[in-house]
C-alpha cells in the first residue's frame, strides 16, 4: 500500500480523535466521554453488519458474471432495472453505508448508472425490516404514503441523474 | 441479525464445497475492498459520535415540538440530514414526537431524510462516486424528503 496524503490526513484525523478522547478519561472532560461512548457503540453497531456485507460483496464479485448483471442492470436494460433494483434494496440491513460499497460493485459489474442510485436511495427508504418498524410506530398509513410518494420519485430521478452522467460519459473512480 | 449471520454463512459455504480457490479469491477481495474503505469508515464514526453530542435527542424533540408546520418542516429535514441513526433509535423517537403533538408532515421530513440523505457518510460515498455525484445525489434525495412530507402533510390534512 502507498502511503498518500489522504492516508496521512485520515491517520493524524484518528489519533487526534483519540488522543482528545483518551485525555477526556483521564480528566474527566465530560463532553469528551460522552462522544467517545457515541463512538464505541456506534462502531460496534457497524461491525455487526460490515463483515457480513463485505464477505457477500467477495462471493458476489467472484461468481457472477458480468453478462448477468449487464442483461437485467446494465444500459440495454428496460425499466424492470429499477424494479429489481428496488426489490433487491428491500433486502438491505443497515442503511446507506452498506449500500455505497454494494452499489459500487454492482455498477463495476455493468450496472447502469441510474440503477445504481435507484438501489442506493430505495435501500435508504424501502428496507423491509426498517419499514415494518417504522408502520408500527407511525401507522401503516404513515408508511404507505412515505413509500407510494417516494419510489416514483427516486425512480425517476435516478433515471434522469444516470441519464445526464452517462450522456457526460461520467467515469466511477477506481478505488483500489 | 442472525438471519443475516447464517445467511453469509449458508452463502460462504455453498461456495466453499463447488469452488474452494474461488472462495479464497472471493475474501480475499472482500478484505481488500474492507481495509480500502475503512479510514473513511472511521472518518464517518468520529462525525457521527460528534453531531450526535452537539445535537442530543431532547435537543431534536425540543426543537420539532415547538415551531409552526412550515419551520418544523425545515427543521426537521435538516436534523435529518445532517445526523444518522439506526432505525431501532430514529422510530422509537418519532412515535414519541408523535404522541408530544408534533405532525406527520414534520416526522416525515425527519426520517425520510434521515434515511436518503447523508452529511456524516460523505467521506464513504465520495470515495466511491466523486465528490460532484455525491453532492447531485444528496441534494436530489433533500428534494424528495421534502415532496414526501409535503405529501405526507397533504393526506392527513395537516397542510391548511
Known sequence: MKITGKKIINLSCLFLFSAFVGISFKTGFIPGQKIGNNFISFSLEMLKILPCAFVLIGIFEVWVKKEKVEKHLGKSSGFMAYIWMVLFAGTTVGGLYVAFPVAYSLHSKGAKLGAVFTYIAASGICRVPMTLFEASFMGIKFSVIRLVVSIPLVILSSMILGHYLEKKDYRLTTVE | ?160
Not at chain 2, 434525495?141 to 392527513?156: D, H, K, R
Open chain 2, 1 to 160: 441479525m442472525y438471519y443475516v449471520y447464517l445467511f453469509t454463512l449458508a452463502v460462504v459455504l455453498i461456495s466453499f464445497c463447488k469452488d474452494r480457490n474461488k472462495t479464497y479469491k472471493a475474501l480475499k477481495i472482500s478484505w481488500k475492498k474492507f481495509s480500502v474503505i475503512l479510514p473513511a469508515f472511521a472518518i464517518m464514526l468520529i462525525l457521527v459520535s460528534i453531531i450526535l453530542y452537539l445535537i442530543p435527542d431532547s435537543m431534536i424533540v425540543e426543537f420539532l415540538g415547538n415551531n409552526n408546520k412550515t419551520a418544523g418542516t425545515i427543521i426537521a429535514s435538516l436534523f435529518g440530514s445532517i445526523t444518522l441513526m439506526p432505525g431501532f433509535i430514529a422510530y422509537p423517537l418519532c412515535g414519541i414526537l408523535l404522541k408530544k403533538g408534533v405532525s406527520y408532515m414534520v416526522l416525515a421530513a425527519f426520517s425520510t431524510t434521515l434515511m436518503m440523505v447523508g452529511f456524516v457518510t460523505f467521506p464513504i460515498e465520495k470515495t466511491y462516486f466523486g465528490t460532484k455525484v455525491t453532492i447531485m445525489r444528496n441534494c436530489i434525495s433533500f428534494l424528495i424528503a421534502l415532496i414526501v412530507a409535503v405529501a405526507v402533510g397533504a393526506f392527513y390534512g395537516e397542510l391548511l
